[in-house]
C-alpha cells in the first residue's frame, strides 16, 4: 500500500481530471446535492466552487459547514471527498478562478455581485481508480471473480484508497 503523500497525490491528480462534481450539503430535513464546475484544485486537495449568493446551497452551508464532494468520470474514476465550506467574498480571488463557462451563470464577470466563492478544505477523501491498466486487471480480476465464486482483488493503493487529507 502506498504511503498518505502518495496517495494525497493520487487524490489530487484525479480531483484535476474532472471538469464538474457533485457538492452535496445538509439541510434541514436531507442531504441536497447538484452538479457544479469546479473552479480549481489546490495542492492539497481542497477546492474551490463559484456559486450565486441567493442560492440554497449558500444557505445551507451558512448553517452546516460539512461537504461531500463526489466525482464521478464513466465507469472507471471516482472520488468522494469529505469537507468543510467556507463561503468567501474575494473579487481577486473569483478574477484568479474566473473561466469564459461561469459567463452564463454570471452575467457581470468576476464582479457580479451576486458572486460568491465556496471553498472545500478537504478533511478525508476516497477514490476508485480502473482507468489504463488498472481498469486492465480490474476486468481481469472481475473474469477470474465470476469463474472462481470470488469477489475480484482490489489492488488497495492502486485501484482504491481512502487517505485523511
Known sequence: MEDAKNQRDRIRDLLQSFQTAMLVTHGADFAHARPM???AVEEDCNLWFISGRDTAKVMEIE???RVLV?????RTRYVSLNGRARLINDRAKARELWKSEFQAWFPGG???PNLLLIHVKAQEAEYWDNS??????????????VATGRQPAIEE????GKVAV
Open 37 to 39: 464546475a469546479i473552479a
Open 70 to 74: 463526489v466525482c464521478q468520470n464513466e
Open 110 to 112: 468576476a464582479k457580479d
Open 63 to 65: 448553517d452546516d459547514a
Open 132 to 145: 489504463g491498466l488498472k481498469g486492465l486487471r480490474y476486468a481481469f480480476q472481475a473474469a477470474k471473480a
Open 157 to 160: 493503493g492502486k485501484m482504491h
